[in-house]
């Protein structure tokens, strides 16, 4: 793609033009990272009244917490889960309402409204409709046999927390892969058809490779949605439990920092939480990049 | 929103001239964690202090739940910005104490202001939790409730049992819920709150006098280790296993278990254990049946139980970094809140405990307890006896995460992945870490 350079005659003008931008990642973002990471070397008590530095004491011990290394293989499940449900069911749902003329539109506006829903929501909603003595979906599935208790069984929460997750971020997904299938050009899948593809053949071999820049970006949205963003479903459903079946690394920070008030434990794991995501994000534009097909 | 903009320009208007003659009042934060009905009470209590004197004016804000409302306490002490009281539950207590330049303590902030205070006048059970070794009372006494029984009238006369005999041993819970399942009186014999927590290790240790840590259960200091994998909470623990296998038992969740009292309520589970403070709840919600009450199961078989049960709920800290001026105020608002009346009126408008004799007294002399069948028990329970070391309460650093903890042990051994014996165990290798860190931390 080309653009046009522009050209500034003040030197200043261009630091000015970033300025607030920077200033704003610097108090929002680099300065509470840095505390996080000073904060990470450090033993305190709750109040803050003596501190000693005990270098990387923390980490150590985090690598040798059976508990921190569940926390971890639990978000790569949920992780994985997620991404996969969300990404796989919004470019089925996308490549669907692509095919309709008249009623593409209310389509579209039924499947977006989920986004809508803020996390915590979502999760609580999920969690009635999931409740073992009051939800409509154990009674449902005891006609199949299976006696649902996500306060108990770890399986059942995962699955739980999973589907709020996933539910809500379907739409977000959808949207851009339904854009991104509109903007695959007609003449393409014209002269597809002519030559004797049908729909399947045409989707694989036309429209999902020209897809291939929007999935790859709604990949690394979805990591990071994951990563960060669900800790509300977690907080209003789960709580981590049962037993830490469901307890996340971004919810684990939360609840050794903030109940468990271990502030240097906690912010030990929020600098690995942070190099994880900085060097997935990496991997992602190093490596996967390439391969994508613009 | 027309409306609300007039309501709420009109109450600033009243504020502000209410205000305006006594612009040399002094404030004095109180950050509490009352929702509801209970927020509505103790902010009658703060209105009705205000009214009575014209030279502090206390005011109240709800900072959310427990655990919320002391990180932010801890957060604004940090940053300068505490108040002068806050309200802080039972299990921050340890967390409270270690940090000694933040507190400032009661019976010093009431002697250095004069203040005709008197431990004594408090009950026992409840100052013996908030007390430091030499006996000095370290925060103020505000809510404070004990976990009881309730159950339901209604099925046990269905199921051909004495609807005016609560079950008084474990052993009575199992053939009782045992005779309410055959008869078809209900679905499921008992439910609780605080399962693996407050009521099936800190209350069962006290209930039968075996300590639940050792040195006085973490009153004598910070090195103390949990001691709670006893043979009285494994046993437990492996009955409660077996009763949910058998429809006996219900879990409702961890903590205090958002899905108990709807199972109560419902008439789903016929015997419920939760606090004293639950009281108002289940009589207005226990729709078309009629509620009995008792005290907490203990072991038929072991001597000397139930010894008493200990208590739970809040307390209200004075925090350090302050005008002695406004601790003058502090103080007396602090002995307006203990006086009989105003206790006597909170006890009996929440089910929380009288905390002072003279509240109990109080009540009794306006027929309270006679009028409300059942609403002594609490008090009863925790007057049985004289406190040992092993019942006047736990003190422990971190007690929130221990109780965490508890709960993923309990709910290993529900799910059958752990016996009793290996949950608990595990717990209190895990518990005796978090104690090692918090020593570290504090000394």
Known sequence: METKRTVFPNKLLPYLFVAPQLVITLVFFIWPATQAVKSSFERTDPFGFSTQFVGITHYIRLFQDPLYLNSVGRTVVFAVAVTAISMGLALLFAAAVSRLVRSSQFYTTLLVWPYAVAPVVAGILWWFLFNSSTGILPYMLRYFGVVWNANLNGTHAMILVIIAAAWKQISYNFLFFLAGMQSVPHSLTEAAAIDGAGPLKRFWTIVFPLLSPTTFFLFIVNINYVMFDTFGIIAATTNGGPNQATNILVYKVYSDGFIGLNIGSSSAQSVVLMLFVIALTFIQFRYVERRVNY | ??????????????????????????????????????????????????????????????????????????????????????????????????????????????????????????????????????????????????????????????????????????????????????????????????????????????????????????????????????????????????????????????????????????????????????????????????????????????????????????????????????????????????????????????????????????????????????????????????????????????????????DEEFQAVLSGDKTAQEALDSAVQRGNQILREFEAANS
């Open chain 2, 1 to 406: 929103m027309l409306k609300t903009l007039l309501a709420g320009s009109t109450a600033g208007i009243v504020l502000l001239a209410a205000a305006a003659p006594a612009l040399a009042q002094t404030e004095i934060n109180w950050w509490h964690s009352m929702g509801g009905e209970l927020g509505e009470r103790l902010v009658g209590i703060a209105d009705d202090f205000n009214a009575s004197q014209d030279e502090y004016v206390v005011v109240p804000s709800y900072r959310g739940e427990y655990e919320e409302s002391m990180v932010n306490t801890i957060a604004a002490f940090r940053a300068g910005e505490q108040p002068h009281i806050v309200q802080v539950y039972e299990v921050g207590t340890g967390t409270m104490m270690a940090a000694q330049g933040a507190v400032y303590p009661v019976y010093q902030l009431m002697a250095d202001h004069g203040s005709d205070f008197d431990p004594n006048a408090y009950l026992p059970v409840v100052t013996g939790y908030y007390t430091d070794t030499e006996g000095n009372m370290l925060s103020m006494p505000f809510n404070s409730s004990t976990p009881i029984l309730y159950y339901n009238k209604d099925v046990f006369a269905a199921a051909g049992l004495d609807p005016e005999t609560a079950p008084a041993t474990w052993e009575d819970i199992e053939s009782f819920s045992q005779a309410i399942l055959d008869s078809g009186a209900a679905q499921c014999g008992f439910t609780m709150a605080y399962t693996a927590t407050w009521l099936g290790t800190e209350n069962l240790s006290a209930l039968h006098n075996v300590p639940y840590g050792t040195l006085e259960n973490g009153f004598g200091g910070l090195s103390s280790e949990l001691a709670f994998n006893h043979e009285l909470a494994v046993r437990l623990w492996d009955k409660l296993a077996e009763w949910q296998d058998a429809g006996i038992y219900a879990y409702g969740g961890t903590a205090g278990g958002a899905d108990n009292a709807p199972k109560f309520y419902s008439g789903e589970c016929a015997m419920y254990m939760n606090s004293s403070a639950s009281r108002a709840g289940v009589l207005a919600n226990a729709d078309g049946f009629e509620v009995g009450f008792g005290m907490l199961p203990v072991f038929g078989d072991v001597a000397g139980a139930p010894q008493n049960s200990i208590i739970g709920g809040a307390t209200l800290w004075t925090l350090a970094g302050h005008e002695d001026t406004e601790y003058e105020g502090v103080a007396e608002f602090l002995t307006y809140l203990s006086s009989a009346e105003v206790q006597a009126a909170w006890h009996q408008a929440t089910g929380y405990l009288p905390v002072t004799l003279a509240a109990y007294e109080l009540s009794q002399e306006q027929g309270y307890y006679d009028a409300n069948p059942g609403s002594d028990i609490a008090i009863r329970q925790i007057n049985l006896n004289e406190p040992t070391e092993n019942s006047k309460g736990v003190r422990f650093g971190n007690m929130p995460q221990i109780r965490t903890v508890l």
